[in-house]
């Protein structure tokens, strides 16, 4: 049996995984981590509640997280430190602290992932802009989510910066005048990035490469949260295998 820890398990996230691991007969949603005592009653007797990280007791397989971002890294470093293999679905950390968790995964020989995004489609847009911007240098990013998301861009976004630049791209011209109240302009890895928040939205990202006289965009679209239980159940089924601290799950879908 395959104990789960799910920090952030009141969220929409959290319920949707909660609803993904009781399909599974060889998972068990062992504990919960919660920010408020009010979404007790919504979990199985048998389920443990804690509300602190000084108040969880017990041995647990995976530490599931989908909190916020001032939480995640101080969770993070607890379950390594526990000895927990960590699967972070929580945005906001800085390259700094994934290092610092890389290195104490090592140190712990407890790995596992931190997915900016459990989309299997959104992980193939990244991945197929990598292969584009060794051909199209001049891109940037588009990306859109629900109002509730605290940051921006979003992970995915800078994420999607990182290998665009590793390839060897970046954004000939800057442009602001696309922008409104709802909007805003970031340059990370010298790609930009024109993040909305707006209602209606899931999780949108388009990637646009322009050469003399033509144009590509390669976009996602997750229009629900049950699009992100396929990358969920993959990375619950190998975190516990990891010796060191993956990031993005490309690497547990052998893309390179």
Do not use: C
């Amino acid at each position: 049996m395959k104990t789960i820890l799910l920090a952030g398990a009141a969220g929409k996230m959290g319920q949707a995984i909660q609803q993904v691991i009781a399909k599974h007969d060889d998972w068990q949603l062992s504990a919960v981590l919660l920010h408020h005592p009010s979404a007790q009653s919504a979990f199985p007797a048998e389920t443990k509640i804690f509300y602190k990280l000084d108040e969880i007791q017990g041995d647990y397989d995976v530490w599931l997280d989908v909190t916020r971002p001032e939480t995640v890294f101080q969770n993070a470093a607890w379950a390594i430190e526990h000895h927990i293999h960590p699967i972070i679905g929580t945005s906001g950390l800085t390259d700094d602290q994934i290092q610092t968790l890389q290195q104490a995964a090592l140190k712990a020989k407890t790995g596992g992932i931190i997915a900016p995004n459990f989309s299997i489609s959104a992980v193939l847009m990244m991945y197929f802009s990598g292969l584009a911007a060794k051909f199209m240098s001049n891109a940037s990013i588009e990306e859109i989510h629900h109002p509730d998301k605290v940051d921006a861009p979003s992970g995915t976004a800078k994420m999607t910066a990182a290998i665009l630049a590793q390839a060897g791209a970046a954004t000939a011209k800057p442009d602001d005048r696309r922008l409104d109240g709802q909007s805003q302009s970031n340059l990370v890895d010298g790609i930009q990035i024109i993040s909305k928040r707006q209602a209606g939205y899931v999780a949108y990202q388009s990637v646009n490469f322009a050469n003399d006289y033509e144009t590509l965009s390669i976009a996602q679209n997750s229009l629900d949260r049950k699009s992100f239980m396929s990358g969920v159940q993959l990375a619950i089924k190998n975190a516990d295998q990891q010796t060191t601290l993956l990031v993005g799950l490309d690497k547990m879908m052998g893309l390179k």
